[in-house]
């Protein structure tokens, strides 16, 4: 069955860091280019970062510099390194491929604030 189960969420202060993981199922991961998205409160789901199946990397320009996304295709995993939190950084993230193809899974909150 296919799907991705992100984890790694949690409260943190501002400046402070997390990691996220994406475990993904049911494809052929190391094809795919595959991205991080995050949802605010009242926001539209946004991509923050990409990694291609060539290991090219993008961001958003509000994470840029602070964020840094990669991957192990041996274990089918994603994973999005975050510092220099800010409390705007604060939403609930998800994984998926570049194109949302997959189905979406439940998330990881992240809330930062002091």
């Known amino acids: 069955q296919v799907h991705v189960v992100e984890s790694g969420g949690g409260l943190v202060q501002p400046g402070g860091s997390l990691r996220l993981s994406c475990a993904a199922s049911?494809?052929?991961?190391?094809?795919?280019?595959m991205g991080w998205y995050r949802q605010a409160p009242g926001k539209q789901r946004e991509l923050v970062a990409r990694?291609?199946?060539?290991?090219?990397?993008n961001y958003a320009d509000s994470v840029k510099g602070r964020f840094t996304v990669s991957r192990d295709n041996a274990k089918n995993t994603m994973y999005l390194q975050m510092d220099s939190l800010k409390p705007e950084d604060t939403a609930v993230y998800y994984c998926?491929?570049?194109?949302?193809?997959?189905?979406w899974g439940q998330g990881t909150q992240v809330t930062v604030s002091s």
């Open positions: 998926n491929t570049f194109q949302s193809t997959l189905p």
């Open positions: 990694i291609t199946s060539g290991y090219s990397t």
């Open positions: 049911g494809i052929i991961f190391g094809l795919y280019a």
